[in-house]
């Protein structure tokens, strides 16, 4: 298994998700409360609490129940009861099989994030090279960007410059 897609999914929970749905109909309506989420999720209030709180997991049924109740479309519900396999789950087997759907879903979506950032490289480079030159003619930024030690810190200095210059 992929060490740094397993210490990413190990940040991804179930319960991540149900909480963001809730704040985005709470947003939608004021006055929705988690009554009414457990409501329409088909679960008593306290049952809802204690998942959202770590105390009480999911059964799958009662995951797969879920993702249809919220139209997830296939591959959110693949995550969705994925994760709550890898949490919640007894079967060692098949946490392990979740586990792996879940490493192949995350490298599909680094692959897509780091293409559309090389994208938009391209396209920023000719705007990051105008900013260079703005920089290049004040004394104290490059005095306070070439007095950083490090490459990383170099980086940030000179982006933070960057953005102040644009702002």
């Known amino acids: 298994?992929?060490?740094?897609?397993?210490?990413?999914?190990?940040?991804l929970d179930y319960r991540?998700?149900?909480?963001?749905?809730?704040?985005?109909?709470?947003?939608?309506?004021?006055?929705?409360?988690?009554?009414?989420?457990?409501?329409?999720?088909n679960i008593s209030s306290s049952s809802l609490s204690k998942i959202l709180r770590g105390e009480q997991g999911l059964s799958p049924s009662m995951a797969r129940k879920i993702c249809s109740i919220l139209n997830f479309d296939e591959n959110k519900s693949q995550l969705f009861c994925d994760l709550v396999t890898i949490q919640d789950g007894r079967n060692h087997l098949m946490k392990g099989a979740a586990q792996k759907r879940i490493d192949m879903h995350l490298r599909d979506s680094n692959k897509n994030v780091?293409?559309?950032?090389?994208?938009?490289?391209?396209?920023?480079?000719?705007?990051f090279l105008i900013?260079?030159?703005k920089i290049k003619n004040d004394t104290t930024a490059m005095e306070n960007f070439?007095?950083?030690?490090?490459?990383?810190?170099?980086?940030k200095v000179l982006i933070q410059l960057l953005v102040k210059k644009t702002i």
């Not at 298994?1 to 940040?11: E, F, P, Q």
């Not at 991540?16 to 999720?41: C, G, H, P, T, V």
């Not at 070439?146 to 980086?155: G, I, L, Q, R, Y």
């Open 131 to 133: 900013w260079l030159e």
């Open 146 to 155: 070439e007095d950083n030690k490090s490459k990383h810190e170099s980086a």
């Open 114 to 127: 780091l293409l559309n950032y090389k994208q938009e490289l391209t396209v920023s480079l000719p705007m």
């Open 16 to 41: 991540k998700i149900l909480s963001q749905e809730f704040r985005r109909r709470m947003k939608r309506n004021l006055n929705y409360s988690l009554r009414a989420f457990s409501r329409d999720l």
């Open 1 to 11: 298994m992929d060490k740094g897609a397993l210490m990413i999914s190990d940040k």
